[in-house]
Nanobody
Framework: QVQVVESGGGLVQPGGSLRLSCAAS????????MGWYRQIPGNQRELVAT???????NYTESVKGRFTISRDNAKKMVYLQMNNLKPEDTAVYYC?????????WGQGTQVTVSS
């Protein structure tokens, strides 16, 4: 029973772009804030971007102006458009509610930014 599935990661060069997708089979999806988190081995997961049920967004300072979070409530999808990627963005990216629900952590999708 997979409830959250992230996809769209890959290997890109610095300055490149990726679009991550999150399919969230969550009951009453539309009423929850959702977020993208990222983690590198040995580090805590970092909240990168959030989007409220009505569409209000927020971003951590390091990605402002480069990343855009969006959602499609009808499809229960969350997206993260990542532009001008930097090596520091390399991480496994996860999608979850904000605040998180532990059992909704998926496998994540790997983003590697390297030349």
């Amino acid at each position: 029973q997979v409830q959250v599935v992230e996809s769209g990661g890959g290997l890109v060069q610095p300055g490149g772009s990726l679009r991550l997708s999150c399919a969230a089979s969550i009951s009453f999806f539309r009423i929850y804030s959702m977020g993208w988190y990222r983690q590198i081995p040995g580090n805590q997961r970092e909240l990168v971007a959030t989007i409220a049920s009505e569409g209000t967004t927020n971003y951590t300072e390091s990605v402002k102006g480069r990343f855009t979070i969006s959602r499609d409530n009808a499809k229960k999808m969350v997206y993260l458009q990542m532009n001008n990627l930097k090596p520091e963005d390399t991480a496994v990216y996860y999608c979850n509610r904000v605040p998180v629900r532990l059992r909704y952590w998926g496998q994540g999708t790997q983003v590697t930014v390297s030349s």
